[in-house]
């Protein structure tokens, strides 16, 4: 293998299995738990990488955290496309080059990228119109109405399938564990939901493709707004409806007639003060009853993680005034904010984004606690009322 060739590999059962024991001395009891039915073993806090300037010390940084945290206990790795405007994606490269070299196989790690934001590598252009023409609709990636008015992204399968590949590319790897379509909502004000659920259909459909080429393992969709919102809201997104796409994209695909697609995980904002997720019933699961997201994903099979877990860096400073007094023996919000997020039922990994190593010490200090008792977690929520 030359410096340059991609890592093989994907997260595996007895890969992960292998890397949470090995870390029992450094992480409490119940830190993992399964990725579903398949047995891979993920932290229950993982590494963000959307903040940090779009430059080469942050690069350095971001680098040298990835791979602490991933010699720390902490195998989830979050990343996008389009993060620091495509910078983020070597950066993460760099930081797993670095934990593999160490000694951390690539099948202990658990590694996902989004798409759906244009990737404006380099920084935002001067001329947006060209940009487009240039590197979307010249290319083959789009058309000029697969792209939202309002917000940069592009909701075409061939510009999703460019970013699922710079991704693999500029990480260096052969293949990502998840990919998700990140806030595909925000063509729904344009389009309506019909069109936009066409449109993700045909996404679906190349993923499962990147899936049975090996590219790929899971996809998904990270959201800000579709989880959290009313059912009646013009931007509520159905776990079951989209479980649905999925398996229309899976046959399309294979030609089978099984419902055996790879949409295997979601992402959506949860925290002390965004509590939709689990205190707002706005999914019907097709098994006779309504159920908060966070209940239905369990219901349904599908793995959550939450985005958004320190509220933008607020809960680093504050904690709620309930959480404060429940888990006052922590020593500062921060970590508050972690134990809060990974110990909610039905939340598998709570993401952190962070572009300074320092950062870092209180997340490898909440995972060496275990989660709050389940009971602990409700009583909170019951002192509120």
């Not at 993982?46 to 195998?75: E, K, S």
């Not at 008015?149 to 990502?176: A, F, K, W």
Request: charged share 20%.
């Amino acid at each position: 293998m030359t410096e340059t060739a991609p890592i093989p590999g994907h997260a595996t059962p007895q890969g992960t299995r292998d890397y949470a024991e090995a870390r029992a001395d450094d992480v409490a009891e119940g830190h993992f738990s399964d990725l579903l039915k398949t047995k891979i073993q993920l932290s229950s806090l993982g590494v963000g990488t959307f903040p940090g300037a779009a430059d080469a010390a942050t690069d350095a940084a971001v680098a040298t955290l990835v791979a602490q945290a991933l010699g720390g206990g902490i195998n989830v790795v979050d990343t996008g496309a389009h993060y620091r405007y495509g910078r983020a994606l070597a950066a993460v490269g760099a930081g797993i080059r670095q934990a593999n070299l160490a000694g951390i196989p690539r099948e202990a790690m658990f590694l996902v990228s989004k798409g759906g934001f244009l990737t404006f590598r380099g920084g935002p252009p001067e001329d947006r119109d060209a940009w487009i023409q240039e590197e979307i609709v010249g290319p083959g990636r789009g058309r000029a109405e697969d792209i939202a008015e309002q917000t940069p992204h592009c909701l075409s399968p061939e510009y999703i399938e460019y970013q699922l590949d710079l991704s693999r590319n500029l990480m260096g790897v052969e293949t990502l564990d998840a990919f998700m379509v990140d806030q595909p909502e925000v063509h729904i004000p344009e389009i309506g939901k019909e069109q936009v659920n066409q449109k993700l259909e045909k996404v679906f459909e190349v993923l499962e493709w990147a899936v049975a080429e090996g590219r790929l393992r899971y996809y998904g969709i990270s959201t800000f707004e579709g989880f959290r919102v009313e059912t009646d809201h013009q931007l509520f997104q159905s776990l079951t409806s989209l479980q649905g796409l999925a398996e229309k994209a899976y046959q399309a695909v294979t030609g089978a007639d099984d419902t055996r697609h790879h949409f295997l995980i979601a992402q959506m904002p949860f925290n002390q003060v965004m509590l939709e997720g689990f205190t707002r019933f706005n999914q019907a699961t097709g098994q006779g009853n309504v159920a908060s997201t966070l209940q239905a994903a369990h219901q349904l099979g599908v793995y959550m993680m939450s985005s958004h877990t320190m509220l933008k860096g607020h809960l680093g400073q504050q904690s709620v005034d309930v959480v404060t007094q429940a888990l006052a023996e922590l020593p500062n919000p921060a970590q508050r904010a972690l134990q809060f997020n990974r110990s909610t039922p039905g939340l598998g990994t709570s993401l952190v984004g962070m572009s300074n190593p320092e950062h870092l010490a209180d997340m490898l200090a909440v995972a060496a606690r275990p989660p709050m008792e389940r009971s602990g977690f409700l009583g909170l929520f019951q002192k509120a009322e």
